[in-house]
């Protein structure tokens, strides 16, 4: 046996190593450009979607909003004037 051999030494093989993180790092950014046109077409889909409702998001949003605050505003109302009555089901 050699020196190398008994003293238990491990000896990688170089060009197998940078081949691998080659490989690695290429499939990393196929990967990432994956992701990017992906999140693209998702990206481009909302906004078709957003352009074709009657009313933009934000419109939609203020409208529910005012009506929970409205029904919230009715319920304190109806529980202040009659508090002891039993609500039917």
């Keep these: 046996m050699g020196n190398a051999a008994s003293s238990g030494e491990v000896r990688l093989n170089r060009r197998l190593v940078v081949g691998g993180g ?11 450009t994956g ?7 998702i990206v481009s889909a909302a906004r078709q979607t957003v352009n074709r409702l009657e ?25 202040r004037n009659n508090p002891s009555a039993k609500v039917s089901s």
């Design 55 to 79: 009313r933009p998001p934000s419109e939609i949003a203020k409208r529910k909003w005012q009506q929970a605050r409205d029904a919230t505003t009715a319920g304190a109302k109806a529980w």
């Design 22 to 32: 080659v490989l690695i790092g290429t499939g990393g950014l196929l990967g990432f």
């Design 35 to 41: 992701m990017l046109l992906i999140s693209s077409a």
